[in-house]
């Protein structure tokens, strides 16, 4: 199997899974997979950590590209279901489980010990030609590290990384709208607010003033390495997924059409109702002279 020829990725490697953070060890269990959660070691089993790149190069609208396209998580369903049968095949009796964001594992740390990129002050993983335009999906085993070249070829290096930090320029602190010459905090940032169900007066003009409906991509877009990958055009996903059903803006008429046709439930802020996406439209449609805009 090949990776980047078959599927299109082109980031992928593999690191034994005694080297990743384990945060949800019910996951590995659920998937079949022995950890010893006293000790904290798995001594045989291993992480395949791939970069799956979704910007697609639409221009940015009213949501975060991620949302642009349809859920990454049909994607990535759709990406195991084909790859699991044929390692499966290779490998009768061995075990694979695919994951990708409800991981097992601190995802962004393992992809950084794979030599996939490095850490952001953004708290993003930075990739050289993707920048923090990718998500990290993985497949774990029960087979060694080094078993997985034996399966897929043109992986990169199976040697464990230490983990690496951004160069530290600080353009995302300052593009940051909310974070007052830092990054936001979790809580705080715009794409959280964007999600809530409950927003303060505050929040909602936060929401307003910067015309975002769902998500928020200033760091992401202040950062050099992003710069440069649109430049270069490495940032463009070869990815046919990510590339179709493109809506970046969201407006009444278009939610309406999407609730109507059934393709609402196939986005990735479909796990809210659609009263919130409703709700951050009204508010980026406000007028800044409106009573209500200033109460
Ligand atoms: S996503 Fe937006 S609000 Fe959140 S940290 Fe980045 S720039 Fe700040
Ligand atoms: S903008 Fe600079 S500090 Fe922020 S993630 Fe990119 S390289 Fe790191």
Redo the contacts with the bound molecule.
């Keep these: 199997m090949n990776l980047t020829r078959d599927y299109g990725i082109k980031y992928a490697s593999a690191i034994p899974l005694s080297e990743c953070i384990v945060t949800r060890p019910y996951l590995l269990h659920r998937a079949g997979l022995a950890y010893d959660s006293n000790s904290k070691i798995e001594k045989s089993g291993s992480v395949l950590l791939m970069l799956i790149p979704y910007y697609s190069g639409s221009p940015p609208g009213n949501i975060s590209v991620y949302s642009a396209p349809r859920d990454y998580h049909i994607y990535f369903n759709e990406l195991f279901s084909s790859i699991i049968p044929e390692l499966q095949k290779l490998m009768p009796g061995a075990v694979f489980c695919g994951f990708s964001d409800h991981s097992p594992i601190d995802e962004r740390d393992a992809a950084a010990k794979a030599g996939l990129g490095v850490i ?3 708290r993003l993983l ?1 990739n050289e030609e993707y920048s923090s335009f990718c998500f990290i999906g993985e497949i774990i085993s029960d087979i060694p590290a080094d078993e997985w070249s034996r399966l897929i070829t043109g992986l990169l290096s199976v040697k464990v990384q230490e983990v690496k930090n ?7 602190e300052r593009a940051c709208p909310v974070g007052g010459g830092c990054i936001a905090d979790v809580k705080t940032c715009l794409s959280n607010l964007t999600q809530k169900k409950k927003l303060t007066p505050d929040e909602e003009k936060i929401i307003a003033a910067n015309n975002t409906v769902w998500g928020c991509d200033v760091c992401q877009f ?4 992003t710069k440069k990958a649109i430049i270069s055009g490495s940032i463009k996903t070869p990815i046919k997924f990510f590339r179709e059903n493109i809506i970046s803006t969201i407006t009444d008429e278009i939610l309406e059409d999407l609730i109507k046709t059934g393709e609402y439930s196939l986005r990735a802020y479909s796990w809210r109702e659609p009263d919130v996406i409703r709700r951050n439209i009204s508010l980026t449609s406000r007028d800044t002279d409106d009573e209500d805009y200033n109460k």
């Design positions: 952001g002050c953004n930075i951004c160069s530290g320029c600080g353009a995302c202040a950062c050099p390495v």
